[in-house]
């Protein structure tokens, strides 16, 4: 983590549909190689603000830069520079393995020459090349969670972003899954990721927590738990939710 490389910067940024305020003038930076950890209860405005940081939402107001990028100007160029994987992990079930990662590789402007080259690695990496022409969707889920985020990295992103990334998967696999994280971390690629389980938020290194489309907290885990005098993050967690007015974005 290098807290002189901030690679994302928000300010007062703020989204409103109508008359509800999703997110409500957060401010915060996030800093190059670091694991930082957007929490929230359902409703609490993580997702909103994770699509205007990605350039696929527009905000009402505030400002925020995405790896050097502003997000009103600049939203192509911050979708080229960034990573995405979601709970569904993007993948294509109909697609093969290798088609899969020709799919993405082309959407984040490889090379015909790159992308073969990175494919044939990446697919040996996984342990893959015997399956290499295999459907997605046949694919076990623990396969399946390693594939979409080696896709989601194979363009070298600063940035990758991470909606979700554990939902429905056993906790085996779900730690299985951060060790790829560190491992992407270790190579420089920063992290945002987005979470519900609270025992994850001990593996950020810093981790803020919404409530009601605002951040109510922001600091390392260790911080937070002495902040808050709590045992564990889930605790941390239930203190800030009983704040929580609203059920939904």
């Not at 009103?72 to 093969?96: A, C, V």
């Not at 015997?130 to 623990?142: C, I, R």
């Not at 990758?160 to 190579?187: M, N, S």
Request: aromatic fraction near 10%.
């Amino acid at each position: 983590m290098d807290a002189k490389n901030i690679v994302i910067s928000a300010q007062d940024l703020t989204k409103q549909f109508g008359d509800f305020t999703a997110v409500d003038q957060i401010t915060f930076e996030v800093y190059g190689g670091e694991i930082f950890g957007f929490l929230g209860a359902n409703g609490a405005g993580k997702t909103t603000a994770m699509r205007m940081l990605c350039g696929l939402s527009k905000p009402s107001g505030g400002k925020a830069s995405v790896a050097g990028f502003d997000i009103y100007r600049e939203p192509e160029q911050i979708k080229r520079n960034i990573g995405y994987m979601s709970q569904k992990f993007s993948l294509y079930e109909d697609l093969t393995i290798k088609e899969n990662i020709q799919f993405f590789g082309g959407i984040y402007g490889l090379s015909d020459r790159v992308l073969k080259e990175k494919s044939t690695d990446l697919i040996q990496q996984l342990g893959l090349a015997e399956h290499a022409h295999t459907l997605v969707g046949s694919l076990p889920l623990g396969w399946k969670q390693k594939l979409a985020f080696s896709v989601a990295i194979i363009h070298q992103p600063s940035i990758v972003f991470l909606d979700e990334p554990t939902g429905g998967v056993d906790p085996i696999t779900r730690r299985q899954f951060w060790d790829l994280i560190y491992e992407a971390a270790d190579q420089g690629i920063t992290i945002f990721v987005t979470t519900h389980y609270m025992d994850e938020a001990e593996y950020c290194n810093r981790i803020s927590m919404m409530v009601d489309g605002k951040i109510a907290a922001l600091d390392s885990p260790t911080a937070l738990k002495q902040e808050f005098a709590a045992e564990t993050m889930d605790d941390v967690f239930f203190q800030l939710a009983r704040q929580a007015k609203r059920k939904s974005d």
